[in-house]
């Protein structure tokens, strides 16, 4: 659903004399249903979706009188909600390999066998249970965070490509390359689950 920035603001605030932490309430009330969506179309899950969502709506709540009325509200919200989605998958990953004990005190350097993968379950794992829109969920959610987010904008969310460039602030070639690798990288991840039904 496209909006007018101006319309968009002029619903969402009410009159010019409404204060704008009312302001920013009403627009968290208004489109707390579209952040959740987003969240739950990255995440792929109820929990981390919920806490991306309530994240969004705070940092609204913080930084609206940061807006720029030339991108409307969906934009705006949509780029929160990507930017804390890629900064917890940073910090997720970074969370990913722990560091064994590596017997020396005085030895400090890591190389690479003194980590541990991460022991979550894999999409093929997810297979296994036999839920095909999580496994769909999980595989989308295991992609570099980018490259997540152009899919779900296009193939997921049905987003021509000059739209979901402009919300992610991308070319519209990065966007094609993003998401053709995207279905790719699915197609890899799928294809076990794929022949299995057949």
């Known amino acids: 659903m496209k909006e007018n920035p101006a319309e968009a603001r002029k619903d969402d605030e009410g009159s010019a004399g409404t204060p704008p932490v ?5 627009i968290v ?7 959740y ?20 709506m705070l940092r609204v709540l913080r930084s609206y009188s940061t ?16 930017n804390l989605f890629i900064d917890k998958k940073r910090s997720d990953q970074r ?18 066998a003194d980590t541990l993968a991460d022991p979550s379950d894999s999409p093929e794992d997810d297979a296994a249970k036999g839920d095909e829109a999580a496994v769909v969920r999980a595989a989308v959610a295991a992609l570099p965070a980018e490259t997540a987010m152009a899919v779900m904008l296009v193939d997921i969310e049905g987003r021509s490509y000059e739209e979901a460039a402009r919300m992610l602030e991308i070319p519209v070639s990065t966007l094609g390359v993003r998401v053709f690798r995207g279905r790719k ?9 794929w022949e299995g039904r057949a």
């Open 22 to 26: 009312d302001q920013a309430k009403a």
């Open 29 to 35: 009330e208004r489109y707390t249903p579209h952040a």
């Open 37 to 56: 969506a987003l969240a739950f179309r990255l995440t792929g899950n109820q929990a981390d979706a919920w806490d991306l969502a309530q994240n969004a």
């Open 67 to 82: 807006y720029d009325p030339s991108y409307s509200m969906e934009q705006w919200l949509s780029r929160i909600v990507r």
């Open 95 to 112: 969370r990913r390999e722990s560091p064994l004990e590596s017997g020396a005190e005085d030895d400090d350097r890591l190389f690479p």
């Open 185 to 193: 990288t699915l197609k890899e991840r799928l294809k076990g689950y």
